[in-house]
């Protein structure tokens, strides 16, 4: 797996460098579609299954 950086809405970023190796930084919801059709199939239908169980879950998202 590879951690994403997705900007949504920002006006305007810079980053410095080329950004980090082992992240994928994309400017808007576009490039992360297409990022995300060129990845192809990651995940198992039970793993699917389980993040969708975490994020439905409201204690996913307290702090």
């Given at each position: ?48 299954a ?6 439905r ?6 702090r």
């Amino acid at each position: 797996m590879q951690p994403v950086v997705v900007f949504v809405g920002a006006k305007g970023f810079t980053v410095r460098n080329g950004g980090p190796q082992d992240v994928a930084v994309l400017r808007d919801v576009r490039a992360f579609r297409r990022w995300l059709r060129r990845r192809g199939r990651v995940l198992t239908p039970e793993q699917v299954a389980d993040v969708h169980t975490a994020a439905r879950r409201p204690t996913t998202w307290q702090r």
